[in-house]
């Protein structure tokens, strides 16, 4: 990826923790943009790309939780 956005950083740093990786069985090289990222189909990299967009586009704390748990019911 030649331009990294800092929401690309930002879910590159939460994506990386290992324990993450271990839980969400992913690879470091499953981690694409977030654009990308919102496309995945492992719910914690969707997930977590979710919550990093929807705070970028100042979305409720409500509005995310809300999403966020509908979306892990139905893929998780």
Do not use: C, H, R
């Not at 992913?26 to 719910?43: C, F, G, M, V």
């Not at 790309?49 to 139905?74: N, R």
Request: net charge negative; no cysteine; proline share 1%.
């Amino acid at each position: 990826m030649a331009y990294i956005t800092n929401n690309d950083k930002m879910l590159e740093a939460v994506l990386l923790n290992e324990e993450l990786m271990s839980m969400g069985k992913y690879t470091a090289s499953d981690i694409k943009s977030l654009y990308q990222s919102l496309e995945s189909e492992n719910p914690i990299i969707n997930a977590v790309a979710q919550i990093i967009k929807m705070s970028s586009d100042d979305s409720k704390d409500k509005e995310i939780y809300k999403t966020i748990t509908e979306y892990l019911k139905k893929n998780v």
